[in-house]
């Protein structure tokens, strides 16, 4: 069983960051690519930023392009999110998702078979 473990959410102002954080195992890595969504209230669950292992190529959803950026812990067994001038549109539970490899070019939130249990992330005007 896959288990995805979020930290770093939290409460800012506008124009503020946080780093958020998903742990997993490095069985884990070697088997999934790994993305963060997020899911506002009243609103469907979106995709955020996915990452493709071994080219370390990133996608980014528009609305977070030039403001967010993904790392990764060298020991590959955590993935940041890095989040800079927060607005209070990206206010919202952020969850880390894991999918196979073999559809790791996949953004549909349907088709992410694993996910941990959200972190929440607040921020005000």
């Known amino acids: 069983q896959v288990q995805l473990r979020e930290s770093g959410g939290g409460s800012v102002q506008a124009g503020g960051s946080l780093r958020l954080s998903c742990e997993f195992s490095e069985a884990t890595w070697n088997k999934y690519c790994m993305a963060w969504f997020r899911q506002a209230p009243g609103k469907d669950r979106e995709g955020v930023a996915f990452?493709?292992?071994?080219?370390?190529?990133?996608y980014y959803t528009d609305s977070v392009q030039g403001r967010f950026a993904l790392s990764q812990e060298k020991t590959k067994t955590a993935l940041y999110l890095q989040m800079n001038t927060l607005k209070p549109e990206d206010t919202g539970t952020y969850y880390c998702?894991?999918?196979?490899?073999?559809?790791?070019?996949?953004?549909?939130?349907?088709?992410?078979?694993?996910w941990g249990q959200g972190t929440q992330v607040t921020v005000s005007s």
């Open positions: 998702a894991a999918i196979s490899r073999l559809r790791c070019t996949s953004r549909k939130v349907n088709e992410y078979t694993d």
């Open positions: 990452l493709l292992p071994g080219s370390g190529t990133t």
